[in-house]
């Protein structure tokens, strides 16, 4: 694979044994020897919802794997409707990479971090460090569903670019500038082999396990006590979806866990901090273990 721009990159296919094809994308140094980051998306996103920009300043050190889980975007099957089923099937597509080793990094950003929480409890031997975007622990209090204005702006079957800038960027002219900027990369960049869009049945099926996760369980906040790797957790001083408060708590659960929370931001802080982020995360994913 060659250094690329994630913008240019092919969409590749890799069928796994639970019989799903996976659409991905692969990207960064063609030296194998390092652990590969496998990212994990967004709420109704898919191979194209990445920010190019954040995608070729994390690849500039490393390998980078992005991917539609199974039944979003261009993988086949049916969403499931629970983090936990959608852990497992992501857990499917890593072994289907046949990665030396069969560890990897893990990042993910919203739904995609509650993911990656479970793929670290349940398989916590392929994950040698986590790093969590915009990320809240199960059952915490408050996160049973999000605020009206979120999921009145991101939920509907259509949403405009002025409802994805009001959830993923502060009103700020600078945070808004950035937005912009991201538009233009994600919508604007590709116009050709882009990754088929999600439909409403991902969307309702990743709002139930959005649901479920926030049922208020304070037993469960515990299960992270268990994870041994190191973790990042970061998140924008101002997002409106996954509260900034919520990252504190992840912290405090996490033994070896490490906050940082980026100024003048909301849920798109590392899109709009692109190249910030991207050091931050490649200084603790170069860190002592």
Request: hydrophobic residues 40%.
């Amino acid at each position: 694979m060659e250094p690329n721009s994630y913008s240019d990159l092919p969409n590749e296919r890799v069928k796994a044994a639970n019989g799903i094809d996976y659409a991905y994308r692969d990207t960064g140094p063609t030296d194998d020897s390092g652990v590969p980051l496998v990212l994990l998306q967004h709420f109704r996103g898919n191979l194209d919802n990445w920010d190019s920009a954040l995608i070729d300043a994390l690849a500039s050190a490393r390998r980078v794997i992005t991917f539609d889980n199974a039944g979003v975007g261009g993988s086949t099957g049916t969403t499931p409707n629970t983090v936990e089923q959608m852990a497992l099937d992501a857990i499917a597509f890593i072994k289907a990479l046949d990665l030396d080793g069969g560890e990897v990094d893990l990042l993910g950003f919203s739904l995609g971090s509650f993911v990656a929480q479970q793929i670290a409890l349940v398989r916590p031997a392929i994950v040698r460090r986590l790093v969590l975007a915009s990320s809240a622990p199960q059952g915490a209090a408050g996160m049973h569903g999000w605020a009206p204005e979120v999921i009145g702006a991101i939920g509907d079957p259509e949403t405009s670019p002025e409802e994805y800038l009001s959830v993923f960027f502060t009103g700020s002219p600078a945070s808004m500038q950035a937005g912009g900027q991201t538009l233009q990369r994600i919508y604007g960049a590709r116009s050709e082999d882009r990754d088929t869009a999600t439909n409403w049945a991902t969307r309702e099926a990743q709002y139930d396990a959005v649901c479920t996760w926030g049922i208020p369980d304070h037993a469960k906040l515990q299960r992270l006590s268990c994870l041994k790797m190191p973790v990042f957790v970061a998140n924008g001083d101002s997002d409106p979806m996954i509260l900034p408060h919520y990252s504190h708590l992840l912290a405090g659960l996490i033994p070896q866990a490490d906050v940082k929370i980026y100024p003048d931001a909301a849920h798109g802080f590392l899109f709009q901090h692109h190249a910030e982020f991207a050091a931050d995360v490649d200084a603790f994913l170069g860190g002592p273990r």
